[in-house]
T-cell receptor
């Protein structure tokens, strides 16, 4: 059974802080990993993809992958109120994408 | 480059009716996936089409079906609608391949009364 687990939150951080979002997955054959951001009433928006162990940075976002521990994380530096959204972790094997239920992030001014 | 488009954006149907939703992928993308999103279950995979063939299917009843046309546009159909089918239906497109990223359309909000 493919599963992707995320803490539902909400995760509350003050503006300017680092937000840390975590995700674990059960299928060791998973091949690629993604983070999506979803604002209320909107569709998911891809913000990061990562395929190999280690860190990948893009602006204020850093994705981290540890395949041995079956763990993916997303760090958001200098968090802004506009980052308040639900963050979805997604894991891909072959052509199928499996999503976690998301972590709600609240950034207070 | 235009994004994924979905029509209609909103639909209201009654139990027992059927509905067809349409998705146009990003130009050049040949893979189209469909998802159902509800507050309780989150995003659940319905099926994926590539080159007019269903390549993968999620755990949904046979009332849910789809197809893909030669221009990569896709439709999904739900027959004999139930109240529990009320959801946001999302389409996502990507290039071929395991590592390729999926990009979502705005979704179709279906309400079944």
């Amino acid at each position: 059974q493919k599963e992707v687990e995320q803490n539902s939150g909400p995760l509350s951080v003050p503006e300017g802080a680092i937000a840390s979002l975590n995700c674990t997955y059960s299928d060791r054959g998973s091949q690629s990993f993604f983070w999506y951001r979803q604002y209320s009433g909107k569709s998911p928006e891809l913000i990061m993809s990562i395929y190999s162990n280690g860190d990948k940075e893009d602006g204020r976002f850093t994705a981290q992958l540890n395949k041995a521990s079956q763990y993916v994380s997303l760090l958001i530096r200098d968090s802004q109120p506009s980052d308040s959204a639900t963050y979805l972790c997604a894991v891909k094997k072959d052509s199928t994408l499996t999503f976690g239920k998301g972590t709600m992030l609240l950034v207070s001014p | 480059k235009a994004g994924v488009t979905q029509t209609p954006r909103y639909l209201i149907k009654t139990r027992g009716q059927q509905v067809t939703l349409s998705c146009s992928p990003i130009s050049g993308h040949r893979s189209v996936s469909w998802y159902q999103q509800t507050p309780g279950q989150g995003l659940q995979f319905l099926f994926e089409y590539f080159s007019e063939t269903q390549r993968n299917k999620g755990n949904f009843p046979g009332r849910f079906s789809g197809r893909q046309f030669s221009n990569s546009r896709s439709e999904m159909n739900v027959s004999t609608l139930e109240l529990g089918d009320s959801a946001l239906y999302l389409c996502a497109s990507s290039w071929e391949g395991t590592y390729n990223e999926q990009f979502f359309g705005p979704g179709t909000r279906l309400t079944v009364l």
